[in-house]
């Protein structure tokens, strides 16, 4: 008999649900967009209405559609939600207030009441946990951030003081568990909702990144894993919690006790590769039609055909300002008129990997790590063009990973060890995981790109005084 797994991913653009088989293998999946966030005022960005849940339920609906198998051989639910998100919660475990996103100005700081119901905070796993089970608990691994968890043990601090400076009481938090372990059961409400059996077991993965990190079978030190995402960062394995790390801070791991370090980032990195698609239009749109192939593909395939370097663009990704420079624009720099729609379209794309080989440069400087191989998840794996630039950049060969929704794989992962299918996850990840195609490195774009990268990474020193002083006049 082929056991099934549920592999719930809830990210930052969409909620995706698949069914995999003991082997890895996609057998059905649904996904549903999420709704467009809220920002009534500055530095506040929310999800809108219940948009996760009900994302979630009709993503799974789907799923369950078109799962062609026997529901009862399906053995358990990974959930896997977006990380840094903050949800309020009244007492019935019904929201307070709108769930707030990753890129709301809030979660950077200590909790402030704004609604005289609130009883609980928690993370976007926690309010879904407590929406498929009925139960207050969470995952401990995902409580990165402005939460007061021990990062040595994965469970609340004993200080109480420590709990009250972040605005909270202890009465507050969800109860505590590991990834793999058993969160609840999936409810009768829960079941009508997102057409998942009642009953089946539903179980703790981490944060949105590292049950990726999971999925794509992350276990070296030696091997850097690019997650391209909305926000878009470089990851690596660590056994211990490092709190002082200057180029890279310590996430919480999708295995028990275990972390990964990660470098800075790119926040709207694949946002803004979207934006660009669809700021094409009918220019891009068209001639795919014409061709038989999807927009996507089209514009790749143009951009293969741009020289290495864009002929001299440079473009900085700060499309989303950080929260301590909210002055910083993103920044498209260079043009002579060599230069059409798919040069900038590349050098996005170089941007991405120019920004990623700087931060994780760092990183492994930092660690005295060298990475000998680049893993590159998240939709814009797919592209040839983009895989073959992050080999040019990183100068080791660039794999992709088999499967695409590397983070709902990791959830299935985690729940095939939690039902007692595999002993470890060891064991799950070789069973589950398959290496994708391999891109080697060219070594004239790599000497290239070793000398623009040193460009590119002083750009921000020359453009932060002019958008200091623009920011007076447009925000």
Known sequence: MTRYFIGIDNGSQSSKVSVFDEHGHVVSEGRCALRPYDTPRPGVVEHPDDDLWTSIGTAARAAMAAFSGDPADIAGVGLCTIRFCRAVLKADGTLAQPV??????????PYERETPDAAYVTTSSGYITHRMTGRFRDTAANYAGMWPLDSDTFDWTADDAGIAGLGLDRSMLFTLVQPGDILGTVTAAAAAHTGIPAGLPVVATANDKAVEALGCGLRSTDTLLV???????????????????????TNYAATPHAYLYESNGVRRGMWTVSWYRDLLGEEAAGPAREAGISAEEYINRQAALVPPGSDGLITVLDWLAPTEAPFRKGSILGFDGRQGRFHIYRSILEALALTIGDTAGRMAAELGAEFEEVVVSGGGSASDVMMQIFADVFGVPARRCAVVGAAGLGAAITAAVATGTYPDFDTATDAMVRPGEVFTPASAPHALYAKLQKIHAEARRHTDGIYEKSYELFG
Not at 100 to 109: I, K
């Open 100 to 109: 707030m996103s990753w890129m709301d100005a809030r979660v950077s700081r």
């Open 227 to 249: 997650s391209l995402g909305t926000y878009v960062a470089g990851m690596t394995v660590g056994s211990r919690s490092v709190k002082d790390g200057a180029d890279f801070w």
